[in-house]
């Protein structure tokens, strides 16, 4: 279940299952 925020990946999402931001640090 990945909504949100995943911590997991640094990746950001706004919408479910769309990634609209990703951080590469």
Same mark, same amino acid.
């Given at each position: 279940? !990945? &909504? @949100? #925020? &995943?911590?997991?990946?640094?990746? #950001?999402?706004? =919408?479910? @299952? &769309? =990634?609209?931001?990703? !951080? &590469?640090?």
């Amino acid at each position: 279940m !990945r &909504s @949100g #925020i &995943s911590t997991d990946h640094n990746v #950001i999402e706004l =919408i479910p @299952g &769309s =990634i609209k931001f990703v !951080r &590469s640090q």
